[in-house]
Nanobody, 116 residues
Framework: QVQLVESGGGLVQAGGSLRLSCAASRSIIDIVAMGWYRQAPGKQRELVAR???????NYADAVKGRFTASRDNAKNTVYLQMNSLKPEDTAVYYC??????????WGQGTQVTVSV
């Protein structure tokens, strides 16, 4: 059972930045794509960033130009740099596999709250 541990969330003012980390309990070097997801209250979980093994990235339109995903395969860790944060970015953020609908068990996530 793979465990995912997200960290780095917090309370930040609009326009601020946060860097999220997600550590996996097993190697991610063979995982084609890892993703960052978020779930706001009353909404479905959505994929906001995806990064492949070669470092190629894709982003949801809502975060494009503001968020940057990266991964360190040697540390089994993925990161999400979030800049120019907006109140609508408030959500619990999770990482997981982002390939062909396959997922590991979800971690506890990390809460990001952006105040006006």
């Amino acid at each position: 059972q793979v465990q995912l541990v997200e960290s780095g969330g917090g309370l930040v003012q609009a326009g601020g930045s946060l860097r999220l980390s997600c550590a996996a309990s097993r190697s991610i070097i063979d995982i084609v794509a890892m993703g960052w997801y978020r779930q706001a209250p009353g909404k479905q979980r959505e994929l906001v960033a995806r990064i492949t093994t070669d470092g190629s990235t894709n982003y949801a339109d809502a975060v494009k130009g503001r968020f940057t995903a990266s991964r360190d395969n040697a540390k089994n860790t993925v990161y999400l740099q979030m800049n120019s944060l907006k109140p609508e970015d408030t959500a619990v953020y999770y990482c997981n596999v982002a390939n062909l609908g396959f997922h590991w068990s979800w971690g506890q996530g990390t809460q990001v709250t952006v105040s006006v």
